[in-house]
């Protein structure tokens, strides 16, 4: 478990990682080695900034020198969307508090600084010098890689099953910031839908327009009725571009929307969008039955399918959602992978009418 000064060590720009800057972060580690240079290899502009940065100094027994690096996003809209409800912020929060005690594959982090008036900034270990192989937003991945996801889900699920909710530990999970998120969704719901609609055209077939408008119109009671199921800590954002492989295991990216929810949303969002929808509509029930096992071998039992697979399809409408509105903002993902997860989705949604199962009244 690498150790955090308390003192902010922020970067607004690319261009704000110098030498300088690296051996401040090195200097947290290690006292007496010394940076080199540094080497920025790669900038990509989402929903954060996301910098490669090779780094030459003298410590290499205690940091690695390729280092990855998030900072708030240079794209206005984007910025605009995750300021409010602090996305980056809240993943920084999850490195410094809660990764170390979390048993799933994750990267190791370097630095994690926030501060309120001038951001975040997270500098983690970069997955090539651990062999490690970033997954692509518009992954397909197979039933056997599906398989150990789920498994991966299910050991996080597990350990703070119908825990969390009611530990002071994890509150901030569900302090006034994730409130507020969910505030802006509702207030934003209505015309983000009709945009990411109008600007899908034929990707989302016609059946699914009027339900989805309706959904939105009506975000606060269905987010209502999602949030009724036994809580836990969720991901939230489980789409095949926040994995990583390592010598074939699955291990967890990207941890900006971490919070407090009901496990089988995770299941829900990864099946939407990692999978192709033959390859899905064959093993759905396979896959949910395998992460009740996967539970159970974790010690959760005596779940009941018939109930888990109605929560599964009433969760749909998320993943849904989530990719409509990232079309609707635009500059938050890269557009052909954003269609084709579109794609996924609404397939999702429709096989298992979705809409209709995340219904409040229900």
Not at 124 to 129: C, F, G, H, Q, R
Not at 139 to 155: G, N, T, W
């Amino acid at each position: 478990m690498y150790f955090f000064s308390p003192q902010p060590l922020i970067a607004h720009h690319p261009r704000h990682l110098t030498a300088a800057w690296a051996q401040k972060i090195l200097d947290q580690h290690i006292i007496g080695k010394k940076v080199k240079s540094v080497n920025l290899d790669s900038v990509d502009v989402g929903t954060t900034t996301r910098i490669r940065l090779s780094v030459d100094h003298n410590a290499t027994e205690v940091l690695p020198q390729k280092w990855f690096i998030k900072i708030p996003s240079l794209s206005w809209r984007a910025k605009i969307i995750t300021a409010l409800p602090r996305l980056l912020h809240t993943e920084v929060r999850f490195y410094r508090e809660l990764s170390h005690s979390i048993a799933i594959n994750k990267p190791d982090a370097l630095s994690a600084k926030n501060f309120f008036i001038s951001g975040s900034t997270l500098v983690l270990a970069d997955l090539s010098e651990q062999e490690a192989i970033p997954g692509s937003t518009s992954d397909i991945l197979s039933i056997s890689q599906a398989h150990l996801v789920i498994e991966q889900l299910a050991r996080l699920h597990a350990q703070f099953w119908n825990k969390a909710h009611n530990n002071p530990e994890y509150r901030w999970l569900a302090d006034p910031v994730r409130q507020l998120e969910d505030h802006l969704g509702t207030a934003l719901a209505v015309p983000l839908m009709k945009r990411g609609l109008n600007k899908a055209q034929s990707i989302v077939p016609s059946s699914l327009h009027a339900p989805a408008i309706n959904y939105a119109r009506n975000r606060r009671q269905t987010m209502r009725f999602l949030s009724q199921g036994t809580q836990t800590i969720v991901h939230h954002d489980c789409h095949p571009g926040n994995l990583f492989w390592h010598h074939s295991k699955p291990g967890l990216l990207d941890w900006q929307m971490v919070r407090i929810g009901e496990g089988i949303s995770d299941i829900s969002y990864f099946l939407a969008t990692s999978l192709d929808s033959k390859s899905r509509r064959a093993n759905e029930n396979q896959l949910i039955e395998h992460y009740i096992k996967s539970l159970a071998d974790q010690g959760i039992k005596q779940l009941d399918f018939k109930h888990i697979k109605q929560r599964y399809r009433a969760h749909l409408v998320y993943p849904f959602e989530a990719m409509l509105v990232t079309l609707a903002v635009g500059g938050m993902m890269d557009l052909e992978a954003n269609h084709k997860l579109i794609a996924r989705a609404a397939s999702a949604v429709a096989d298992n009418n979705a809409f209709s199962a995340s219904s409040s009244k229900k």
